[in-house]
Structures are given as structure tokens and as C-alpha cells.
């Protein structure tokens, strides 16, 4: 496609349920990257792919959260029994090396 | 471990004056150095980014920044601000040791732009 797609826009779900953010990168992209924005804070890094390569999942805040890439293309990622403190936007970027990522818009997460 | 620091969460200025956001990096290795734009409700764009090179990089709407070495700094300018420059402004840093590393983010700056 022609930018990285993010889906759902929003999504309001209950304390302790899980839920599932897609990212479809732009066809090519190598790269990876999931990103987490909390209300007036910078960009949390979370988790990247890299071809076949394992991923690197240093950023992941838990072992709620998961994330998996099929296909070396569209990607998911999942946070199991949601807590109040997941809410933020979750940002999704794909590249090639180190020349700047094409950032989605988004994935605006609320836990109630 | 590269670290970014962005001096000052919120920046105000007024129209047609110089536009300064402040970034300072930490990197063992040669970085490139990104800055990024979010303007409200809306993704990250990138502004521009320093790979190699010129040390003074321009970007799109009239922004630049220049790559010190000596002073760990890639600080982000515009000459004459307008209004359409309000938003969130990121720098960031990754290192080029491998084909795709991981981007690290600063804090942001708010851009404000006075009337």
C-alpha cells in the first residue's frame, strides 16, 4: 500500500480483556517497529522485526504484551488482561535501514 | 545505549520569529540523527534525518538542523516561524552498526506559534 495502516483507529475495552492492534506495513519494508504514546510522553519503544531475524522485544513493558510478524509483512500486537495504564496510542513504522521510518497514525488504545 | 534529550517540553514563539528546539545525543557509535513532526491527532512525519555527509541538513517547510559532533547536538531551526509550525517536534537517534536498528526517541518538544 501506499503508507503503513493501522487498525483499529480506536479501541475502548474493559480492564482484563485482551486485545489485538494490526499494522500493514508498506510492501518492501524490511523493518518493523511498534511504538507506545502515553498522554503528553514521548515515543516508548516496544518491540522491532527485521527481516526473519529474531525480534528484538527489549521494550515490551510485560509479558502481557506480545507481538508477532507473519509473513515478514502484516504484524499484531497483543495485550493480554489489559490494565489502565496500557491506554496511550500505539504507533506502528516500517523502513529499510536506518534512513527514517514511515510512521502509521495509530492505534488509540483506551482501557476503562 | 544511545539516549536523546530534548531541552525544553514546551517551546512558544511568535510568528515570524526564529524557531530553536534544542536535541543533545548519547551514542558509543556514529549516529544518524532524526527529527520528526506530529502535528495534532495526526502520525509522525519525518522532518529530516543526518545519515552522512553535510552536517547541515534541510528538511521540508523550511526547517534544518545541524549535525556538531563536538557538542553531542542536532538542534533543529526555521527562520521565521508561521502558524502551520505548531505541533509536537521529536528528535531521535540510531546507530549504524546493523542493518536496521532500533529508533530512540526524545521526550518532544511543543511547539507553540503567537500570533
Known amino acids: 500500500g501506499a503508507g503503513v495502516s493501522q487498525s483499529p483507529s480506536n479501541k475502548v475495552t474493559e480492564k482484563g480483556k485482551d486485545v489485538e492492534l494490526r499494522c500493514d506495513p508498506i510492501?518492501?519494508?524490511?523493518?518493523l517497529y511498534w511504538y507506545r504514546q502515553s498522554l503528553g510522553q514521548g515515543l516508548e519503544f516496544l518491540i522491532y522485526?527485521?527481516?526473519?531475524?529474531?525480534?528484538?522485544k527489549s521494550g515490551l513493558p510485560s509479558d502481557r504484551f506480545s507481538a508477532e510478524r507473519t509473513g515478514g509483512s502484516v504484524s499484531t500486537l497483543t495485550i493480554q488482561r489489559t490494565q489502565q495504564e496500557d491506554s496511550a496510542v500505539y504507533l506502528c513504522?516500517?523502513?529499510?535501514?536506518?534512513?527514517?521510518?514511515?510512521f502509521g497514525s495509530g492505534t488509540r488504545l483506551t482501557v476503562v | 545505549a544511545q539516549s536523546v534529550t530534548q531541552l525544553g517540553s514546551h517551546v512558544s514563539v511568535s510568528e515570524g520569529a526564529l524557531v530553536l528546539l534544542r536535541c543533545n545525543y548519547s551514542s558509543s557509535v556514529p549516529p544518524y540523527l532524526f527529527w520528526y513532526v506530529q502535528y495534532p491527532n495526526q502520525g509522525l512525519q519525518l522532518l529530516l534525518k543526518y545519515t552522512t555527509g553535510a552536517t547541515l541538513v534541510k528538511g521540508i517547510n523550511g526547517f534544518e538542523a545541524e549535525f556538531k559532533k563536538s557538542e553531542t547536538s542536532f538542534h533543529l531551526t526555521k527562520p521565521s516561524a508561521h502558524m502551520s509550525d505548531a505541533a509536537e517536534y521529536f528528535c531521535?537517534?540510531?546507530?549504524?552498526?546493523?542493518?536496521?536498528?532500533?529508533?530512540?526517541f526524545g521526550s518532544g518538544t511543543r511547539l507553540s506559534i503567537r500570533p
Open positions: 522485526f527485521q527481516g526473519n531475524s529474531a525480534p528484538d
Open positions: 510492501s518492501g519494508h524490511t523493518a
Open positions: 513504522a516500517g523502513g529499510q535501514g536506518n534512513y527514517g521510518y514511515t
Open positions: 531521535a537517534v540510531s546507530d549504524r552498526v546493523s542493518s536496521a536498528s532500533k529508533i530512540i
